[in-house]
């Protein structure tokens, strides 16, 4: 039986692999579609999709049966992962081209959109809908119009000032050497005299360039041969469908929006008359006409792109090192503190089986997969999942140290999600040990979306939950995270045996994330946000206190790190403290640098194993000021 882990790395979409050149802007494209009828509709959808250059801003339906449409195309982009893409239906008269009720209809008559397993239509209609994604990029979407120009035209007369924020139209109809009516444009003439003589710049893809562009029975094979959510769902069309061999004009026009090559273009003055006839006229150029097309070329292209889609994360990632001292550390977590119980969003905690050092650890709960935009929300999976304090910068190289112990699997899944673009990423290793506790340490760079989009992870994106997938059948048990920005090759430190707590400050809310006496002020900090000294008037002098949410058990060594800029004063008293018990261990930290950011490690010799403290004091002297960022207590490595 496949694992339903191996189901969460199946890829849906195309995406160039990891390693390669860093990524284009990707082209905003909104697809006007009577997906139900011709079948290169549902195709050129498919091929919308499978492209990782297109920022996919919306799908909305015309022609009769707009609503019905509007659900099949929910129904696509739910199975394929794609749910986060909106859907619109046209509204109002619609040209009457009904879906055959023996056909693609019943993609539409299926218990995942009966009973509410897809997404739904926008509650706006399809005009609606268009105006407010173009006023929201105005000047860089793309209109592919794969059927009767009704709801663009509708936005033309109604909307007028959205004309200028249109980049351009491509049309598939019309017909420039047959002087004969072709079937979109004859479903709605006045829709389409308002579209050609609105000044849009408008790319014409007519019948006689496509007439014999249709995909060979060897074509289909391959296209449905990767086996991916994608190519199911369109062969599943295909199925239901009444070509064997379908047309591609549709196809052929989203692919122009990405690749000029695959035709020849002639600048013409078009207009349509009032029988649906495609004129050209003497005027100026309205239309840049796709007048005859590279069959092969394209065909190949396409073909090749729709069988290539499989995951470039099928293969899978490896440990490396975990390298010397972070140079930041964003997120650590050990489980150990009960206030910080809020964050773990799935698992539970372990006493019994705990590695070296460590007293409680979190046990992996059955749960489904969190991203439901592009993973399977209905998949089950045996997992730890927690949700450090919100939002913290990455750096220029995150990496992610972890202990873990398996059982009943090899494979394990790593995926974060990022509050900067609202996705997840992941990656998986696999033949990893089994029955004993390990340290694993993984380069988030290397995380992608599950359909291998996503590019990397980047220098000061934000994240949020950090998650760790097994099999639903496996034993899973995580301990020691650090989520961290990697040392520089000069750094000597090791890196730290065990994190005990870290503040950075660029995220969370003092007085609920970070508690204690201090002022946090932005544009301020080593990155951006520092913890500022405030004045203790009990004792006179300023200082910055830290809660650690709770008492930390310390090692058999303890050393605290901190940036810091320090005004007034070339000196500060470093303080350990556990408020219950009221004992405190000191260092006087001398020979500090003034009005410039520096870094120091302080080595506290006092604490034994197994003491306990929950707050960190910086004592100043009179007068002077402190900003503190990136505090680390720590274990040191060896």
């Known amino acids: 039986m496949r694992s339903l882990l191996t189901a969460l790395f199946v890829l849906t979409a195309c995406a160039p692999l990891a390693g390669q050149a860093p990524e284009s802007p990707r082209i905003p494209i909104l697809f006007d579609t009577a997906l139900g009828s011709d079948l290169d509709q549902g195709f050129a959808l498919a091929l919308m999709l499978a492209s990782p250059e297109f920022d996919p801003r919306g799908v909305t339906t015309v022609c009769a049966d707009a609503n019905v449409r509007a659900l099949m195309a929910c129904r696509f982009l739910t199975m394929t992962g794609r749910r986060a893409i909106p859907v619109a239906a046209g509204a109002g008269p619609q040209p009457a081209r009904p879906i055959t009720p023996n056909g693609q209809y019943r993609y539409y008559y299926h218990p995942d959109v009966l009973f509410n397993r897809t997404t739904r239509p926008a509650k706006e209609s399809a005009v609606d809908f268009l105006y407010s994604r173009l006023k929201a990029q105005q000047g860089k979407i793309t209109i592919v119009a794969a059927g009767p120009l009704t709801n663009i035209a509708r936005l033309i007369a109604d909307k007028p000032d959205s004309r200028a924020w249109i980049k351009r139209i491509v049309v598939v109809g019309g017909s420039i050497k047959e002087p004969t009516p072709e079937a979109n444009l004859l479903a709605d003439v006045d829709a389409a005299r308002t579209v050609f003589a609105s000044g849009v710049s408008l790319v014409v893809v007519p019948r006689e360039a496509t007439a014999n562009l249709k995909l060979d029975d060897d074509g289909l094979r391959r296209v449905f041969a990767p086996v991916t959510a994608l190519s199911l769902q369109l062969e599943t069309l295909h199925q239901l469908g009444d070509e064997k061999n379908p047309g591609l004009a549709a196809v052929l026009a989203v692919a122009l929006c990405l690749e000029d090559r695959f035709a020849s273009f002639e600048d013409l003055a078009l207009e349509i008359d009032k029988e649906g006839v495609t004129r050209v006229t003497k005027g100026k150029p309205n239309a840049r006409v796709a007048t005859s097309v590279r069959a092969g070329d394209f065909l190949k292209w396409y073909v090749d792109r729709m069988a290539s889609c499989v995951s470039p994360t099928k293969q899978p990632s490896k440990l490396i090192e975990a390298g010397g001292f ?228 310390m090692g058999d060594a303890t050393q605290l790190a901190f940036r810091y800029r320090l005004t007034g004063a070339n000196s500060l008293r470093a303080v350990l403290v556990n408020r219950t018990a009221k004992t405190e261990h000191v260092v006087d930290v001398k020979g500090l640098k003034q009005d410039m950011w520096g870094e120091a490690t302080v080595d506290f010799k006092g604490p034994k194993l197994g003491d306990r403290v929950d707050e960190l004091h910086w004592l100043l002297p009179r007068g002077a000021e402190l900003l503190l960022d990136d505090v680390t207590l720590y274990v040191p490595g060896r």
């Not at 020691?480 to 005990?500: C, M, T």
């Open 326 to 553: 972070p140079n930041r550390v964003h997120v650590a977590e050990d489980f150990e503190n009960d206030i910080e119980r809020f964050w773990w969003m799935s698992g539970k905690d372990e006493t019994k089986n705990t590695p070296p050092g460590s007293r409680r650890v979190c046990r992996g709960t059955l749960t489904h997969d969190y991203d439901d935009l592009l993973g399977n929300p209905k998949a089950m999976h045996t997992a730890v999942i927690f949700n450090p304090v919100p939002g913290p910068p990455m750096g220029k190289n995150p990496r992610l140290s972890f202990r873990y112990f398996l059982k009943g699997t090899d494979r394990l899944c790593v995926q974060i999600y990022s509050l900067t673009n609202g996705y997840h990423r992941q990656l998986y290793l696999t033949g990893l040990p089994q029955g004993r506790w390990e340290s694993g340490t993984v380069d988030m760079t290397a995380t992608r979306r599950p359909d291998g989009t996503g590019g990397p992870l980047s220098e000061h994106e934000r994240i949020d939950d950090i998650q760790f997938y097994a099999e639903p059948t496996a034993e899973l048990l995580i301990d020691d995270v650090v989520l961290y920005d990697a040392a520089a090759p000069s750094e000597k430190r090791p890196f730290p045996r065990h994190i005990h707590f870290t503040a950075t400050f660029d995220s969370g809310v003092a007085g609920k994330h970070w508690l204690g006496n201090f002022d946090v002020v932005p544009d301020k900090g080593y990155f951006w946000r520092a913890a500022k000294s405030v004045d203790n008037a009990e004792r006179g002098f300023p200082w910055i206190r830290l809660q650690l949410r709770g008492e930390r058990a």
